[in-house]
């Protein structure tokens, strides 16, 4: 078994291991220009909770320049009808 020790050689009990996030509006920009629609509701849905809230950057590892862009597509397709600002 594995013992989980940090930079400088400790271990840190109690701690779990998680893999890193990333964004991957950028890492699809390697096949093509990043494309964040507010008519692509499918992909809008993955970003926000059953509620209808906004899933934060620490959650779904976005980087900031894309949650922004997530942010106001969200939002733009609230006003269209196009998502649900809250839960029925």
């Known amino acids: 078994?594995?013992?989980?020790?940090d930079n400088r050689g400790r271990s840190r009990p109690g701690?779990?291991?998680?893999r890193k996030k990333y964004c991957?509006?950028?890492a699809r920009k390697l096949k093509g220009?990043?494309?964040i629609d507010y008519?692509?509701?499918d992909t809008l849905r993955r970003y926000t909770?059953?509620?209808?809230?906004?899933l934060p950057r620490r959650v779904t590892g976005n980087c900031a320049k894309c949650q922004r862009k997530v942010?106001?597509?969200?939002?733009r397709a609230r006003a269209?009808?196009?998502?649900p600002f809250t839960a029925q």
């Open 24 to 26: 991957k509006f950028c």
């Open 80 to 83: 269209l009808a196009l998502l």
């Open 1 to 5: 078994m594995r013992d989980r020790r």
């Open 71 to 75: 942010s106001s597509a969200v939002k």
């Open 15 to 18: 701690r779990p291991f998680y």
């Open 33 to 35: 220009p990043i494309v």
């Open 49 to 54: 909770t059953d509620r209808g809230k906004i």
């Open 39 to 41: 008519k692509d509701t």
